[in-house]
C-alpha cells in the first residue's frame, strides 16, 4: 500500500515497515547494552506508543519492566495556563532508570512538561526514546537519548500515530500528501 486516503487527506508511504523494524531493533539493542543489569522500567505514553513500545520491548535482551501512563493537559486556576497531568503511574521510580516511549516529539512541550512531573518523584535517571523527532520543529532544549527516525515537519500517520483517532493499524509510516 504506497498511498492512502484517511479522511479528507491523502497519503504516501514515508517509512516502510521493514524499514521500522529494523531501526526498532537496532534502537533496543542499543538500549539494552548501556542500560544492562539497571532493571529499566519503561514508561509508554499511551496512546501513539503502544505500537513502538510493543516492538522495542522485544528487542530489549536485559531484565526490564514496563508500565503505560497518559497525560492529560486541562487548564489550571494559576496564569500559567496548561497544566498536566501524569495518569496510571503506580510504580514507586525513586532512585530507578526510567525510559520513556514516546511516539514522536514535535516542538518538545509535552516531554518537558512530562519530564518536570516524573523529576519530582525522583528517578536515579530519566531517558528518552522516540519513534520520531522533528528537529525543525523543536522549541525547547531536549536530550534525546535514543530517536529511531528524524523527520521533516509533515503530519504523519500509522504504526501507532493517528489522524484523529484513525490510522493507527497501519503497518508503516504515511506522510501527508494534500
Ligand atoms: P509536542 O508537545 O509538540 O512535542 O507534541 C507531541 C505530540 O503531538 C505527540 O505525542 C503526538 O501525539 C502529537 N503529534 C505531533 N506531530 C504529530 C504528527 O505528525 N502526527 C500525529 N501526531 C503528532
Ligand atoms: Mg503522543
Redesign the pocket.
Given at each position: 500500500m504506497q498511498s492512502i486516503k484517511v479522511r479528507d487527506k491523502n497519503f504516501s508511504i514515508l517509512i516502510p515497515e521493514e524499514k521500522i523494524l529494523e531501526r526498532v531493533s537496532a534502537v533496543a539493542a542499543q538500549i539494552s547494552a548501556d542500560l544492562k543489569d539497571k532493571n529499566p522500567l519503561f514508561l509508554a505514553?499511551l496512546?501513539?506508543?503502544f505500537i513502538f513500545a510493543a516492538d522495542l520491548l522485544r528487542g530489549i535482551t536485559t531484565p526490564c519492566e514496563i508500565t503505560f501512563v497518559r497525560?492529560a493537559s486541562y487548564v489550571g486556576t494559576e496564569s500559567t495556563g496548561k497544566v498536566m497531568e501524569l495518569i496510571g503511574l503506580k510504580e514507586d521510580i525513586k532512585g530507578r532508570t526510567v525510559v520513556i516511549v514516546?511516539?514522536?516529539?514535535?516542538?518538545?512541550?509535552?516531554?518537558?512538561?512530562l519530564l518536570k512531573v516524573l523529576k519530582e518523584k525522583e528517578p536515579g535517571e530519566v531517558r528518552i526514546a522516540t519513534l520520531?523527532q522533528?528537529p525543525e520543529?523543536?522549541?525547547v532544549p531536549l536530550n534525546i537519548d535514543y530517536c529511531c527516525f528524524e523527520?521533516p515537519n509533515?503530519?504523519?500517520?500509522g504504526y501507532g500515530?493517528?489522524?484523529d483517532g484513525d490510522a493507527r493499524y497501519l503497518r508503516s509510516i504515511y506522510?501527508?500528501t494534500d
Amino acid at each position: 500500500m504506497q498511498s492512502i486516503k484517511v479522511r479528507d487527506k491523502n497519503f504516501s508511504i514515508l517509512i516502510p515497515e521493514e524499514k521500522i523494524l529494523e531501526r526498532v531493533s537496532a534502537v533496543a539493542a542499543q538500549i539494552s547494552a548501556d542500560l544492562k543489569d539497571k532493571n529499566p522500567l519503561f514508561l509508554a505514553v499511551l496512546n501513539g506508543s503502544f505500537i513502538f513500545a510493543a516492538d522495542l520491548l522485544r528487542g530489549i535482551t536485559t531484565p526490564c519492566e514496563i508500565t503505560f501512563v497518559r497525560l492529560a493537559s486541562y487548564v489550571g486556576t494559576e496564569s500559567t495556563g496548561k497544566v498536566m497531568e501524569l495518569i496510571g503511574l503506580k510504580e514507586d521510580i525513586k532512585g530507578r532508570t526510567v525510559v520513556i516511549v514516546e511516539d514522536i516529539v514535535d516542538s518538545g512541550l509535552t516531554m518537558t512538561k512530562l519530564l518536570k512531573v516524573l523529576k519530582e518523584k525522583e528517578p536515579g535517571e530519566v531517558r528518552i526514546a522516540t519513534l520520531l523527532q522533528k528537529p525543525e520543529c523543536l522549541t525547547v532544549p531536549l536530550n534525546i537519548d535514543y530517536c529511531c527516525f528524524e523527520i521533516p515537519n509533515q503530519f504523519i500517520i500509522g504504526y501507532g500515530l493517528d489522524y484523529d483517532g484513525d490510522a493507527r493499524y497501519l503497518r508503516s509510516i504515511y506522510t501527508v500528501t494534500d
